[in-house]
C-alpha cells in the first residue's frame, strides 16, 4: 500500500511553454501533498505544500505565479510549471502525507527539461 | 529551530561488509524520524521510521536504526551490505508542531558498495 505516482516520468518542452505534471496518491487519502526539486547530487528542496481544497503554501523564494499547485482532490495535486526556461530544467519530486500521519510517500519523479 | 545533518557525503563499503550511516538532528521536543532511500532517477522509499517507543527500529531490506537522545542521532546501520544497496541515503526529521508535518532532510549521503 501507499504508492503515490507521477505523471508523466520525463518531459522536455520548449522555453516559454507551459508543462504540467500530475501526483496522485493510488491506494490512499492524501490531505497533504508536497512538491519538491532536486537538483543532481543534491537534497530535496521543499517548494509547496498543498492541502486538498485550499491554496497552497510556497516556501520561500518560490515563485508562486510560475509553479501553480492545485490540490483538485483527496488523490491528485497538480504542479504546472508556467513560461519555462532552461533554468526549470530539474527533477519535481512530490510526496503524499495520509491523513492524521506524518509519513510521506514519495512518487518516482518526473524530470523536466527545457530547451 | 529543526535541522538535520548527515556528516557523511560519501560512504564506500566493501560488500557484505557492515555499514553504519550517521545522522544528527536539532529539534525542540521528542522527533519523528526517518530514512529514506532514493536509487538514481527515482523517487523515495521509505526504509524505516521512529515516532515513539523502542529505540532500535527495524526496516525493510534488512536496516535497523538507533535513536540516542543523549547523541541526538539517529544512525542507519546494516550489518551485512548487499551490491544492490548501493543509492543515496536521507535522514529526516517531520515538524510535528506543524499541522502541515513537514519533513526537514539531511544533505544524504551516497553509499557506494564494492564488489
Known amino acids: 500500500g501507499a504508492v503515490v505516482s507521477q505523471h508523466p516520468s520525463w518531459v522536455i518542452c520548449k522555453s516559454g511553454t507551459s508543462v504540467k505534471i500530475e501526483c496522485r496518491s493510488l491506494d490512499f487519502q492524501a490531505t497533504t501533498m508536497f512538491w519538491y526539486r532536486q537538483f543532481p547530487k543534491q537534497s530535496l528542496m521543499l517548494m509547496a505544500t498543498s492541502n486538498e481544497g485550499s491554496k497552497a503554501t510556497y516556501e520561500q523564494g518560490v515563485e508562486k505565479d510560475k509553479f501553480l499547485i492545485n490540490h483538485a482532490s483527496l488523490t491528485l495535486s497538480t504542479l504546472t510549471v508556467t513560461s519555462a526556461h532552461p533554468e526549470d530544467s530539474s527533477f519535481y519530486i512530490c510526496?503524499?502525507?495520509?491523513?492524521?500521519?506524518?509519513?510521506?510517500?514519495f512518487g518516482p519523479g518526473t524530470r523536466l527539461t527545457v530547451t | 529551530a529543526q535541522s538535520v545533518t548527515q556528516p557523511d557525503i560519501h560512504i564506500t563499503v566493501s560488500e557484505g561488509a557492515s555499514l553504519e550511516l550517521r545522522c544528527n538532528y536539532s529539534?525542540?521536543?521528542?522527533?519523528?524520524l526517518f530514512w529514506y532511500v532514493q536509487s538514481p532517477g527515482q523517487g523515495l522509499q521509505l526504509l524505516l521510521k521512529y515516532f515513539s517507543g523502542d529505540t532500535l527500529v527495524q526496516g525493510i531490506k534488512g536496516f535497523e536504526a538507533e535513536f540516542k537522545r543523549s547523541q541526538s542521532s539517529f544512525n542507519l546501520r546494516k550489518p551485512s551490505v548487499h551490491w544492490s544497496d548501493a543509492a543515496e541515503y536521507f535522514c529526516?526529521?517531520?515538524?510535528?508542531?506543524?499541522?502541515?508535518?513537514?519533513?526537514?532532510f539531511g544533505r544524504g549521503t551516497q553509499l557506494t558498495v564494492w564488489p
Open positions: 529526516a526529521l517531520a515538524d510535528r508542531g506543524s499541522t502541515l508535518g513537514r519533513l526537514y
Open positions: 529539534y525542540g521536543a521528542t522527533p519523528y
Open positions: 510526496s503524499a502525507r495520509r491523513t492524521a500521519s506524518y509519513e510521506q510517500y
